[in-house]
């Protein structure tokens, strides 16, 4: 097969993007996650294999006890939620985020899945109700680890990844508030970095924790659970 000329100088700039260090996926536009196909931009995360682990763990608790409602918050593409709602029994799913711009995308994210979750610009759990279920993957590289990045990572949004001096900012303040807006034995899991995984279940002490590995054995999950 012969290329064009233009369809060979569009492949030099896309190959001059990818070269830049440019994620593959904001060059494709989508990726897949949970077998599903999300669009993806550089205002939110890229979906990862990482959080697949908390959704599967999610859908377990969610049939094993019965949970009927989530809320998914730091929702960035949506992919937590729309896997939720597509993969899961819930009545109710619902998404939030801080940037519109990531609410917008997840918007689009549901349309493509054929799924309908509630969408909210809000900040963390801040003017939410009560839900049985509660998720959140939110910013945890630690400041100092920042500038270490790989060359891909530092193209997402910082706002994605920044989690403060130890990277615990959003833990700390899920755990202020978290009881206000889960149901009792309602659930709540967080994706956690490499090693902080012992770290956030103490900011939970007198709960019931549960940490999950991920497939590479890395303490990746971290389950609350609320006295029924
Ligand atoms: N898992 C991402 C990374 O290490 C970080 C995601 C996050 O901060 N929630 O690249």
Same mark, same amino acid.
């Given at each position: 097969?012969?290329l064009?000329?233009?369809?060979?100088?569009e492949?030099?700039?896309?190959?001059?993007?990818?070269l830049?260090?440019e994620?593959?996926?904001?060059?494709?536009?989508e990726?897949?996650?949970?077998?599903?196909?999300?669009?993806?931009?550089?205002? &939110?995360?890229? +979906?990862?294999?990482?959080? !697949?682990?908390?959704? @599967?763990?999610? =859908?377990e $608790?969610?049939?094993?006890?019965e949970?009927?409602?989530?809320?998914?918050?730091?929702?960035?593409?949506?992919?937590?939620?729309?896997?939720?709602?597509?993969?899961?029994?819930?009545?109710?799913?619902?998404?939030?985020?801080?940037?519109?711009?990531?609410?917008a995308?997840?918007?689009?994210n549901?349309r493509?899945?054929?799924?309908?979750?509630?969408?909210?610009?809000?900040?963390?759990?801040?003017?939410?109700?009560s839900?049985?279920?509660i998720?959140?993957n939110?910013?945890?590289?630690?400041? &100092?680890?920042? +500038?270490?990045?790989?060359? !891909?990572?530092r193209? @997402?949004?910082r =706002?994605? $990844?920044?989690?403060?001096?130890?990277?615990?900012?959003?833990?700390?303040?899920?755990?202020?508030?978290?009881?206000?807006?889960?149901?009792?034995?309602?659930?709540?899991?967080?994706?956690?970095?490499?090693?902080?995984?012992a770290?956030?279940?103490?900011?939970?002490?007198?709960?019931?924790?549960?940490?999950?590995?991920d497939?590479?054995?890395?303490?990746?999950?971290?389950?609350?659970r609320?006295?029924?």
């Open positions: 097969m012969t064009t000329p233009e369809q060979e100088a492949l030099q700039r896309l190959l001059a993007r990818r830049s260090g994620p593959l996926q904001y060059i494709l536009g990726w897949s996650f949970m077998g599903l196909d999300f669009y993806v931009n550089p205002y &939110a995360l890229i +979906p990862r294999q990482d959080t !697949e682990t908390l959704v @599967e763990k999610a =859908l $608790l969610a049939e094993k006890l949970l009927r409602t989530a809320l998914d918050v730091c929702t960035g593409t949506g992919c937590i939620a729309v896997s939720l709602k597509k993969l899961g029994r819930f009545t109710r799913v619902a998404a939030s985020d801080i940037s519109y711009e990531c609410m995308l997840a918007g689009e549901a493509r899945s054929g799924v309908d979750i509630e969408l909210y610009v809000r900040d963390l759990l801040e003017g939410h109700g839900y049985d279920l998720t959140a939110p910013p945890y590289i630690a400041d &100092a680890e920042l +500038p270490l990045l790989q060359e !891909e990572v193209h @997402e949004p =706002l994605a $990844l920044s989690g403060g001096a130890d990277g615990l900012d959003f833990y700390r303040r899920i755990a202020q508030s978290y009881k206000e807006h889960l149901s009792p034995g309602g659930v709540l899991l967080m994706e956690v970095g490499a090693g902080q995984a770290s956030v279940a103490e900011l939970f002490a007198g709960c019931e924790t549960e940490l999950v590995r497939i590479n054995g890395i303490e990746r999950v971290v389950t609350v609320r006295r029924a």
